[in-house]
Nanobody, 117 residues
């Protein structure tokens, strides 16, 4: 089975930085087509924050371009979202997701990121 376990969420002041991690268990990690981070603020739809394909191409939501960086480390079975210059508008529950070679999707449990002004 595949399991995604997130860590690193918390409270940070505006302008600060935070790194959230998603550890993926299972060998399927090596067959991931895409991995991504999503977020959902209260009363809002879940939205894509950033995703990256096996070839290393990364795509970011306009709202986070230049501030967030998505990366992966297959040797550690981990994906990272480095968040810099955080804004109160970034406050949300952040979820990691992977899409396997067979198009199966797995989600993390979500981690709360709160940015205080």
């Amino acid at each position: 089975q595949v399991q995604l376990v997130e860590s690193g969420g918390g409270l940070v002041q505006a302008g600060g930085s935070l790194r959230i991690s998603c550890v993926v268990s299972g060998t399927i990690f090596g067959l991931i087509r895409f991995m991504g981070w999503y977020r959902q603020a209260p009363g809002q739809q879940r939205e894509l924050v950033a995703h990256i394909g096996g070839g290393g191409y990364a795509n970011y939501a306009d709202s986070v371009k230049g501030r967030f960086t998505i990366s992966k480390d297959n040797s550690k079975n981990v994906m990272i979202l480095q968040m810099n210059s955080l804004k109160p508008e970034d406050t949300a529950v952040y979820y990691c997701k992977i899409t396997t070679a067979t198009w199966q999707e797995f989600w993390g449990q979500g981690t709360q990121v709160t940015v205080a002004s």
